[in-house]
């Protein structure tokens, strides 16, 4: 058969839940004895309200998604106190039940006999109605307290009644006698829970009463190979299973989905080991769905587990590795597919001998190779030349392991971070990381505490400018923004984190100086030479004073820096002298300020020497020596010129 194990963990929660807490209806049918109203204030009557009272405070109470709560008392005869839709809200509910009289306590509680039953039977007939606020898609749970139950007392066939009535629960909260008794266990069956304690004195506690809760909510889970489960609907274990008690299917690339309520998903947690007991060697691709809507299920997640032939004969069990867990919420369902014939065995049942034996498990013939985030109409019609079917009376020999999530953390609580007063929106003030996410898990973000200038990126996980920043009024940090950001995963686990944003006023920058320039020696005074350009960066610009400091090198007074109302200039002072053979460069240094921090910058500027042109004048001697040589060259060009009219003319 099909097998959801969940098992219970006594590790401490914080706000998650499983479908209980999420949505159910509660009906507390509380003793009212002698024994329990002593003649002390407080007594057990006292503490056993208190206690219910914390029970109360530790529950999602929502009249639509969450858990509404009705209440009976019982001793000889059983009285109903408020029914499901009397109260809505937790305060008015645990007021309710602090404030059930005892007046009666003197006449009534002498020499009572209280009977389990007749509460039980009063909250079956009497408060759980649909018209007293009983929703027909929420479980009933019924929780009755007890310090004894009387011989004649008989709630085992009373709440075996009501189990076999529906979705239906018994619990008991059991003190003094009653801890020790067989009946309280047998009255719950085996989908039941007790809860124990000397008295209800002692078990008056927020601790006590939180882990109760966690009994009743959580996810009782934790790791096959821990080797402790607590079993909660299966008829036979995957462990025990053999070739004669199973039966093979022969059809190959069938997906199933298993639809009946019993194993849907009632818990927020992690799927941590699939376990079941194969047909054939293979791969089983088991799969997450999520409803989408009516019977369409998106497929949230696949996982591979390889069947070897020396698998077979035996149960496999594969625990999952811790990063490839899949996160579960209330309401996932589960489902494989197999390339080959059906590797997954089952067992034949019949419903009417047994009321968990599966009759809502659909297949299909799925020859595409799946994929993540595909959505799929379950529902029994046409589909890829084939159908969906309904395989009523049967159950597959599998069962899934699960555990709480992991609490998803800030890996920081608290963000220090600076930022310039101009920096534009979008700039990125941190980054931060979210620690505990599982795997196909969803978070959640969502200010507590906001403000406009800080706009959360969930993408890169950072936080940005959202806009415009105002003008700092200080060079240095200081607190100017600060937000408070809550993370949420499936769990209802929470984590928190503060921003705080110290902004200052950065100050001006100087755009344009140069490397290096230069001035001739003979450079006058009070000549224009380079416009230094500056920016403030804040919105709107503070103003802006640029002088030249006296530490120039070497000192010198050749230069100035002038303001004409709207750039800076740097001129050649009126009486300045330059002198390459006595100083050839100079370092000057600019600095701008803005009333909340300076810049500042070096300018070099060379001096160049400027030499005198002198002319070349030959000695007299260089002019007869050029005639002289001239005269041959003469004779020579025009023997030559005579010589060639001869040839020419005359031969």
Not at 269 to 276: C, K, L
């Amino acid at each position: 058969m099909l097998f959801i194990l969940l098992i219970f963990s006594a590790i401490k929660l914080t706000d998650s839940w499983c479908r209980p807490t999420e949505r159910a209806d509660v009906v507390f049918i509380i003793e009212e004895s002698y024994s329990m109203g002593e003649m002390v204030f407080p007594s057990e009557w006292d503490y056993q309200k208190s206690f219910l009272a914390k029970i109360v405070d530790q529950m999602y109470i929502d009249p639509n998604n969450g858990i509404r709560v009705g209440g009976v008392t019982y001793n000889n005869e059983p009285t109903v106190r408020f029914y499901l839709d009397t109260h809505t809200t937790k305060s008015d509910i645990i007021d309710a039940i602090l404030n059930i009289g005892t007046t009666r306590r003197e006449s009534v509680y002498e020499n009572d006999t209280d009977l389990v039953y007749k509460g039980l039977e009063t909250a079956y007939d009497s408060v759980f109605l649909s018209s007293r606020g009983d929703r027909a898609d929420a479980p009933n749970y019924y929780i009755y307290t007890t310090d004894y139950i009387f011989p004649d007392d008989d709630p085992y066939t009373s709440g075996l009644n009501i189990r076999f009535s529906g979705d239906s629960y018994i619990w008991a909260l059991g003190v003094k006698s009653a801890v020790t008794q067989s009946a309280l266990v047998q009255s719950v069956g085996s989908d039941g829970r007790y809860y124990t304690g000397s008295s209800f004195r002692t078990l008056n506690t927020v601790d006590h009463a939180k882990e109760f809760w966690e009994l009743f909510r959580g996810c009782p889970l934790i790791d096959p190979s821990a080797g402790i489960y607590f079993p909660l609907l299966y008829f036979e274990d995957p462990a025990l299973a053999t070739s004669s008690t199973e039966t093979c299917e022969q059809d190959e690339e069938m997906m199933f989905l298993l639809q009946d309520s019993m194993f849907e998903i009632d818990c927020c947690g992690i799927i941590t080991a699939w376990e079941f007991y194969p047909c054939a060697p293979g791969v089983v691709q088991f799969m997450v769905w999520s409803l989408v809507s009516g019977s369409t299920y998106v497929l949230k997640a696949i996982q591979e587990v390889h069947v070897t032939v020396g698998d077979l004969g035996t149960s496999v069990n594969y625990t999952i590795p811790e990063e490839d867990r899949i996160a579960i919420v209330a309401g996932d369902r589960i489902g494989w597919r197999t390339k080959t014939k059906n590797i997954i065995s089952y067992q034949s049942c019949d419903y009417q001998k047994d009321r968990y034996c599966p009759q809502n498990t659909y297949r299909t013939k799925f020859t595409d190779e799946p994929s993540e985030y595909m959505q799929f109409d379950w529902s029994e019609h046409l589909v890829n030349s084939s159908h969906v079917e309904k395989l009523p009376n049967r159950g597959y020999t599998l069962k899934v392991y699960a555990n709480n999530n992991t609490q998803v953390s800030f890996d920081e609580s608290y963000y220090l971070t600076s930022a310039a007063d101009h920096w534009p929106i979008g700039t990125r003030f941190t980054s931060f990381e979210i620690l505990g996410q599982d795997y196909k898990e969803n978070v959640t973000f969502s200010w507590i505490m906001e403000s406009p200038y800080i706009y959360l990126n969930e993408s890169y996980r950072s936080i940005q400018v959202g806009r415009a920043l105002q003008r700092a009024g200080r060079p240095y940090g200081m607190l100017g923004y600060i937000a408070q950001l809550q993370v949420v995963d499936t769990c209802r686990h929470t984590s928190t984190a503060t921003f705080s944003v110290e902004t200052f006023n950065r100050p001006p920058v100087i755009t344009n100086l140069p490397k290096e320039m230069s001035v001739l020696e003979t450079q006058k005074g009070d000549e224009f030479l380079y416009k230094v350009d500056v920016h403030d960066p804040s919105v709107p610009p503070d103003p802006v004073c640029c002088t030249l400091l006296e530490n120039a090198r070497p000192k010198t007074v050749n230069f100035e820096l002038r303001h004409n109302g709207s750039d800076f200039l740097l001129y050649t002072f009126n009486e300045s002298v330059f002198s390459y053979h006595n100083i050839n460069s100079y370092m000057l240094n600019v600095c701008c300020e803005d009333g909340f921090g300076t810049v500042q910058g070096i300018i070099k500027i060379d001096v160049k020497q400027v030499k005198a042109k002198k002319y070349y004048k030959p000695p007299p001697w260089f002019v007869i020596a050029m005639v002289a040589s001239l005269i041959p060259i003469s004779v020579l060009v025009t023997s030559a010129c005579v010589l060639l009219v001869q040839t020419f003319f005359f031969d």
